[in-house]
């Protein structure tokens, strides 16, 4: 397993010599590497299995310094980064011939992000390199909110995780690139899109399509437990399940459900606020995956702010499952 702390100049010694280091942000936690080391960025890809055809963000501390790896910024996102960042905003921007090609996949832009973690800022700030940092799951399974989330999956796998603590926001950033004047949000996260329209106007949402992904975030099937995930009315599938005599475990915005036990049930907002939601939705999901029953009941959120970002990821964790 890997060793757990708060000691940046033994993550900083790690990153220097091209190895992987887990490091938190207040979205999710990040499975880092020096982004400009094309050697490094090869072992973050086999490390989390993921394909080479899905592009990573690039970590730094500060806007003056996203100068480094880009070509400039349009008007419209010079405003959101002044205003958002440090916080979980990611920025496609075109990109300078110093990000290796594997970081972007191949493409043109380069995703970037100044994330907003005391820790990592630190860390950041301390190192003459961006990192290059996916969340740190296996591909494809949920993201990470606890440092011991990255342990359970990558732990045997890296040898150092910087702990800080429970993420704030508990959603991947949100992702935000022109498609020519038009601003447009390629993944929903953790940076409520009113907030967004609030300062450049209305923007654009893309659809998420499988086949060519432009944002493999935006791939249907993502952010998925290993057990079925049925999303629907839950006092019905509850009922119906029972019929049935399947085990099942609820996932509830706010309602709780005598006709099931405490301990199979997690209710991700008594008050219903949607940020608290967001915060806790991962690290539930994990909690009732590892849990012995064979599916797991869930239900949308209000279909607004940060409950838009939550409702894509249910979305994604039950593609293909019925009731
Ligand atoms: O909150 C976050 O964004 C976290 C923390 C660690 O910063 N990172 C994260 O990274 O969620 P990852 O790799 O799991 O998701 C990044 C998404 C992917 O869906 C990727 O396809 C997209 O960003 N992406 C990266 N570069 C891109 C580019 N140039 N154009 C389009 N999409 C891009
Ligand atoms: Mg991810």
Redesign the pocket.
Known sequence: MASLGKDIDAAKAILETGELVG?P?E??????GNALNPDAVAKIFAVKN?PSF????L?TSSMERVSDFTLGIPKALSILAEKFWPG?L?L?LP?KDSVPDL???G?????V?V?NHPLTQELLANLDFPLA?????PFGYI?PTKASHVNDQLGDKISYILDGGDCE?G???T?V?MEGNQVTV??L??LDIRKIESLVGKVQVMAHSSSN???????KS?YAPSKPFVLGDLSQLIKIHQQKGTSFAVLSFSDKFPEVSDDHQIQLSPAKDLSEAAKNLFAAMRTLDNMDVSVILSEYLPEEGLGRAVNDRLRRASVNETV
């Open positions: 490091i942000t979205t999710v936690y990040g499975l880092a993921r899905d592009p990573l963000i970590h979980p990611t496609l990109k970081v972007t996949s493409l043109e832009t380069v995703a992000r994330p940092a996916p969340s740190a799951n993201s926001v959603l991947e950033s992702i690139g390629y993944r996260g953790g992904p432009k944002s493999p975030g935006m791939l993502h």
